[in-house]
């Protein structure tokens, strides 16, 4: 039997591309490190997923999922109301743990509901209430000295105060307004989560949401995955075309054309799309073949939300005393 030996060639070591092996400039750059390409190439690929994630969420057979949509939205508002209202944080502590609750009942994953919720809320509303903590914004009885001098500072035509220091009220107010924002971005999401879009926009058609409002909301939710999915297209090919890595001048060049290239694309689409949907009787009113039908669970939970309101907004005042 013929011995087989592999060849010479493949037993070489290969050079990595890099800017001294020689060869085009698209093979310069350090291999192993992701580049901008396949980065946007994983985002769009996450946006899709946690999309088709959330129209998953909403087939679930869980609490939310059972409640006719127009008294899903309408007690959610009313929950949102009575958020805005409670000024103490412990009352708002309960509330969103009892949200949570509500979130659990309704099948939504609690990992995906903090990660979207509270890892977002703190920080951004953080950023906007930070200075009202300090006794320049917010006087008070002070918690953590800062700063003490015995002269005062002028900056211009302001003159600092002689002590610097983290206020109580400044605390108390901060951590009201994030819990509270947090409470309502909550509940908006739980409500999203639980219902299908075109069947909630439908709902809010029908609590006399403005017509502008829905058919705004219905094209930008249709056309923003469209325009997703357009430009994953567009950085897919770039990346089949491409050997090695890009120099970070080359793309440039490519992420403006992709963008000139995009805008063009979106122009064109939104045209044909709507010569489309006119030729078709689009009224601009949404229309579902799903029809509502209020039952004896639906005004039993618009009850239940309402008592559920008396009980934070009157526990508030009790706390709050």
Same mark, same amino acid.
């Given at each position: 039997m013929e011995k087989t030996t592999i060849p010479g060639w493949l037993l070489e070591k290969q050079e990595p591309f890099n800017g001294d092996s020689g060869g085009c400039a698209c093979l310069r750059g350090k291999p192993g490190r992701r580049g901008f390409v396949e980065k946007t190439i994983e985002s769009i690929a996450q946006v899709l997923r946690d999309e088709f994630f959330a129209g998953q969420i909403a087939g679930n057979h869980g609490l939310l999922q059972s409640i006719d949509p127009r008294v899903k939205a309408l007690t959610t508002l009313l929950l949102i109301i009575a958020a805005s209202l409670i000024r103490h944080p412990l009352?708002? @502590?309960?509330? *969103? !743990?009892?949200?949570?609750?509500?979130? #659990?009942? $309704? %099948?939504v994953p609690v #990992? =995906?509901?903090?990660k979207r919720v509270w &890892?977002?809320? +703190?920080?951004?509303? /953080? =950023?906007?209430?930070? +200075?009202? =903590?300090? *006794?320049?914004?917010?006087?008070?009885? +002070? &918690?953590?000295?800062?700063? #003490?001098? *015995?002269?005062?500072?002028?900056?211009?035509s302001w003159t600092l105060p002689n002590t610097l220091t983290i206020t109580r009220q400044g605390v108390h107010g901060a951590l009201a307004l994030i819990l509270r924002v947090g409470a309502s971005v909550s509940l908006a999401l739980i409500l999203t989560l639980t219902t299908r879009w075109n @069947?909630?926009?439908k709902a809010l058609n029908m609590i006399f949401v403005p017509q502008i409002f829905i058919s705004v909301l219905e094209m930008t939710y249709r056309y923003i995955y469209l325009l997703?999915?357009?430009? /994953?297209? @567009?950085?897919?090919? %770039?990346? $089949? %075309?491409?050997?090695?890595r890009a120099s970070t001048k080359e793309q440039r060049r490519f992420i403006g054309g992709a963008m000139g290239t995009l805008w063009g694309k979106a122009y064109n689409v939104s045209e044909e799309v709507h010569a489309a949907m006119v030729s078709r009787g689009y009224? /601009?009113? +949404?229309?579902?073949l799903v029809a509502f039908k209020t039952r004896a669970m639906d005004w039993l939970w618009a009850a239940f =939300?309402?008592?559920? $309101?008396?009980?934070? !907004?009157g526990g508030d005042r009790i706390v709050a005393r």
């Open positions: 009352t708002l @502590i309960v509330m *969103n !743990l009892w949200v949570l609750l509500l979130a #659990k009942v $309704s %099948r #990992k =995906i509901f903090f &890892l977002v809320v +703190p920080l951004f509303t /953080g =950023i906007i209430v930070l +200075p009202s =903590i300090f *006794n320049i914004v917010s006087p008070g009885d +002070p &918690l953590l000295t800062l700063f #003490k001098s *015995n002269h005062q500072i002028h900056i211009g @069947i909630l926009l997703l999915q357009t430009a /994953g297209e @567009i950085f897919v090919a %770039r990346q $089949s %075309r491409t050997v090695g009224t /601009g009113k +949404p229309k579902t =939300i309402v008592l559920v $309101s008396l009980f934070f !907004l």
